[in-house]
């Protein structure tokens, strides 16, 4: 059981913390988004348990502790030197006794507390001089208690394969998890703060890429015209082809600035990057030309922020049953989520359909990287990019959006040949100088290429690991044959993908 001192802070909240933390900077950070406090990367910390690979591959935006950074997202803590809001201490419930080490007892609850319980764990360069760097000494067992508490059995299963089928004491770790633990399947949530009133006057500018759905595109005009805090400038970049688009459609009256730019070059990065420097905003909510939004949307973003302290925010994206539902109808989906919505923390992703961001930081990061034009992840991109600044994104459920997702238009229409082979084909902005040919890259390159920009070598390779493992395992047992015998073909694949993922690299980041 762990043993607390106490610090009260001048609001009156409580403090439970470990070791000899800075009490000045505990002050401050009382007051911001975090819930926990460490300084464990000095302390042997940064980067520990790397087996957690064998679970999300390279799918977990926190699997790796940021660089040269004196504040930032980390679950990895230090049971000897933390600081934690006593509130949230008694919500999670404490560290988990089922592990032998506390050692593995702290980084449970961290990644817990940051993956499933809505709270915000953060390294602060600082708060705890103490810079003697521990030995993490996680056992077999414990290592394995970890997946079966958190995963499905296959991930054990897959750890088991991993760390070498052939080892007695891997065996004997993956039984006694097996029979003395079962997988939580319910956490404890900490509750959202209440909403601050806005203070000052703010600027919102809204970027809308859009490319043939005017009309989705309209009437989302329609709803930003009837916000609660009013937004002062929404830029279209409109990629519609000329002999389809009605120029005359966005000549209304509106409360705030329109600004049309009709995209001549092409790709969903390049008109974001283009509508950025139109923006004149203090912060810039990003939005999908294909999506219903509430009164109270662009308010809901500001408050978050503000009550948080934070400069980035993702909102609650909602996939709508077909593109005819209604305001009503996200109403509705959004009452039958009931407490699952009310989940705030740091988020694990970043969504170009709903966000918002502060645009000094926008600027900071100049805009979207073009090199995943064509494909996917670029928002992915965009979000950990902002992490890597020492940014917290924050999950906001207050600000919903219904994604209508229409079957016709937008950016899509262009990426939707990179699945076309042959003479029919319309080479994509990825392939560069080398145009596909008879092997079409599987995973698609750009997400190839999100994975070789932020992950280093041994992770892209446990990556290949793991897609080959699924690929041939998760389907049914009578194809597995088949899918033995294409495994070569589905290796080609994947070399092609990661032959243009690296040619993108070696291009670095580019924003024109």
């Given at each position: 059981?762990?043993?607390?001192?106490?610090?009260?802070?001048?609001?009156?909240?409580?403090?439970?913390?470990?070791?000899?933390?800075?009490?000045?900077?505990?002050?401050?950070?009382?007051?911001?988004?975090?819930?926990?406090?460490?300084?464990?990367?000095?302390?042997?910390?940064?980067?520990?348990?790397?087996?957690?690979?064998?679970?999300?591959?390279?799918?977990?935006?926190?699997?790796?502790?940021?660089?040269?950074?004196?504040?930032?997202?980390?679950?990895?803590?230090?049971?000897?030197?933390?600081?934690?809001?006593?509130?949230?201490?008694?919500?999670?419930?404490?560290?988990?006794?089922?592990?032998?080490?506390?050692?593995?007892?702290?980084?449970?609850?961290?990644?817990?507390?940051?993956?499933?319980?809505?709270?915000?764990?953060?390294?602060?360069?600082?708060?705890?001089?103490?810079?003697?760097?521990?030995?993490?000494?996680?056992?077999?067992?414990?290592?394995?208690?970890?997946?079966?508490?958190?995963?499905?059995?296959?991930?054990?299963?897959?750890?088991?394969?991993?760390?070498?089928?052939?080892?007695?004491?891997?065996?004997?770790?993956?039984?006694?998890?097996?029979?003395?633990?079962?997988?939580?399947?319910?956490?404890?949530?900490?509750?959202?703060?209440?909403?601050?009133?806005?203070?000052?006057?703010?600027?919102?500018?809204?970027?809308?890429?859009?490319?043939?759905?005017?009309?989705?595109?309209?009437?989302?005009?329609?709803?930003?015209?009837?916000?609660?805090?009013?937004?002062?400038?929404?830029?279209?970049?409109?990629?519609?082809?000329?002999?389809?688009?009605?120029?005359?459609?966005?000549?209304?009256?509106f409360p705030f600035q329109l600004i049309i730019k009709w995209q001549e070059t092409k790709g969903s990065c390049r008109a974001r990057n283009e509508a950025i420097e139109l923006c004149s905003g203090e912060y810039?909510?990003?939005?999908?030309?294909?999506?219903?939004?509430?009164?109270?949307?662009?308010?809901?973003?500001?408050?978050?922020?503000?009550?948080?302290?934070?400069?980035?925010?993702?909102?609650?994206?909602?996939?709508?049953?077909?593109?005819?539902?209604?305001?009503?109808?996200?109403?509705?989906?959004?009452?039958?989520?009931?407490?699952?919505?009310?989940?705030?923390?740091?988020?694990?992703?970043?969504?170009?359909?709903?966000?918002?961001?502060?645009?000094?930081?926008?600027?900071?990061?100049?805009?979207?990287?073009?090199?995943?034009?064509?494909?996917?992840?670029?928002?992915?991109?965009?979000?950990?990019?902002?992490?890597?600044?020492?940014?917290?994104?924050?999950?906001?459920?207050?600000?919903?959006?219904?994604?209508?997702?229409?079957?016709?238009?937008?950016?899509?229409?262009?990426?939707?040949?990179?699945?076309?082979?042959?003479?029919?084909?319309?080479?994509?902005?990825?392939?560069?100088?080398?145009?596909?040919?008879?092997?079409?890259?599987?995973?698609?390159?750009?997400?190839?290429?999100?994975?070789?920009?932020?992950?280093?070598?041994?992770?892209?390779?446990?990556?290949?690991?793991?897609?080959?493992?699924?690929?041939?395992?998760?389907?049914?047992?009578?194809?597995?044959?088949?899918?033995?015998?294409?495994?070569?073909?589905?290796?080609?694949?994947?070399?092609?993908?990661?032959?243009?993922?690296?040619?993108?690299?070696?291009?670095?980041?580019?924003?024109?």
């Open positions: 059981m762990m043993k607390f001192q106490e610090f009260v802070t001048k609001t009156g909240e409580i403090i439970l913390y470990s070791g000899e933390p800075d009490f000045d900077k505990l002050e401050l950070l009382a007051r911001g988004a975090g819930d926990i406090w460490h300084s464990s990367f000095e302390q042997g910390y940064k980067n520990a348990f790397p087996e957690l690979i064998y679970q999300t591959a390279v799918f977990f935006i926190f699997l790796n502790d940021f660089d040269d950074l004196d504040e930032c997202v980390s679950w990895r803590i230090n049971p000897n030197h933390f600081a934690v809001r006593k509130l949230v201490w008694e919500t999670l419930k404490g560290f988990d006794c089922e592990y032998k080490n506390i050692h593995m007892q702290a980084l449970d609850f961290g990644y817990n507390a940051l993956r499933n319980s809505a709270t915000i764990p953060l390294y602060v360069k600082g708060l705890f001089e103490d810079k003697n760097k521990e030995i993490i000494n996680i056992s077999i067992n414990d290592r394995y208690v970890f997946f079966r508490k958190n995963f499905k059995s296959e991930h054990s299963v897959y750890m088991l394969y991993r760390k070498g089928f052939w080892k007695i004491k891997e065996w004997k770790a993956f039984f006694y998890a097996k029979k003395n633990v079962k997988q939580t399947l319910l956490r404890p949530v900490v509750k959202p703060r209440k909403l601050l009133k806005i203070e000052g006057n703010p600027s919102v500018s809204y970027i809308i890429p859009t490319m043939m759905r005017q009309e989705f595109t309209l009437q989302l005009l329609e709803d930003l015209a009837s916000q609660t805090y009013p937004v002062s400038q929404v830029v279209i970049v409109d990629a519609t082809p000329e002999n389809l688009r009605d120029d005359k459609l966005y000549q209304q009256e810039i909510v990003f939005g999908d030309d294909d999506i219903r939004i509430q009164p109270d949307f662009i308010e809901n973003h500001i408050r978050i922020l503000q009550t948080y302290k934070v400069n980035a925010c993702n909102g609650l994206d909602i996939r709508a049953d077909n593109q005819q539902q209604k305001l009503i109808h996200l109403e509705e989906k959004l009452e039958k989520l009931e407490t699952l919505r009310w989940k705030v923390g740091a988020s694990h992703g970043f969504s170009n359909a709903n966000s918002c961001v502060k645009r000094e930081y926008v600027k900071k990061l100049i805009g979207n990287d073009i090199n995943f034009d064509g494909g996917y992840g670029e928002d992915s991109d965009f979000g950990l990019s902002l992490l890597k600044l020492g940014q917290i994104v924050i999950y906001n459920p207050f600000s919903a959006n219904l994604h209508l997702k229409p079957p016709i238009g937008g950016y899509r229409f262009w990426g939707n040949q990179a699945k076309i082979i042959g003479k029919k084909r319309k080479k994509q902005p990825w392939e560069l100088d080398a145009p596909v040919q008879f092997v079409r890259p599987v995973p698609s390159p750009t997400i190839m290429y999100g994975i070789v920009k932020h992950f280093n070598n041994s992770q892209i390779l446990e990556y290949k690991y793991k897609h080959f493992f699924l690929y041939l395992f998760k389907g049914s047992k009578p194809g597995i044959l088949y899918r033995l015998l294409r495994l070569p073909y589905k290796n080609l694949q994947f070399k092609k993908s990661l032959f243009y993922a690296k040619k993108l690299n070696d291009l670095g980041i580019r924003y024109k």
